[in-house]
């Protein structure tokens, strides 16, 4: 069983920032890709960046010169470094991990249980 646990969300002021992390734990051979999502009060699911197991990453443009993210593969870890942080990036984050494939030769994707980042308005 694949499990991801992420920590660092919290309040935080307009402008100020945050540090996310997520493990990925259990019988991991490798991971494809790993993510940062968000949703907040009445919006669907977005995707803020993701990093592939080669170091490629991608953002969302609301985040673009913000958000930083980076994978520590040895690890298992992915972070989401926030910078200048707005009270519309207020949202549950979700952390994804894509294509894992463990030892017992299985493939899936999965999710963290999420944490909230607030910036007051």
């Known amino acids: 069983q694949v499990q991801l646990v992420e920590s660092g969300g919290g309040l935080v002021q307009p402008g100020g920032s945050l540090r996310l992390s997520c493990a990925a734990s259990?019988?991991?051979?490798?991971?494809?890709?790993m993510g940062w999502y968000r949703q907040a009060p009445g919006k669907e699911r977005e995707l803020v960046a993701v990093?592939?197991?080669?170091?490629?990453?991608n953002y969302a443009d609301s985040v673009k010169g913000r958000f930083t993210i980076s994978r520590d593969n040895s690890k298992n870890t992915v972070y989401l470094r926030m910078n200048s942080l707005k009270p519309e990036d207020t949202a549950v984050y979700y952390c994804?991990?894509?294509?894992?494939?463990?030892?017992?030769?299985?493939?899936?994707?999965?999710w963290g249980q999420g944490t909230q980042v607030t910036v007051p308005s």
């Open positions: 994804n991990a894509e294509g894992v494939i463990t030892y017992q030769r299985t493939r899936d994707d999965y």
């Open positions: 259990g019988s991991i051979f490798s991971i494809n890709a």
């Open positions: 990093i592939n197991s080669g170091g490629s990453t």
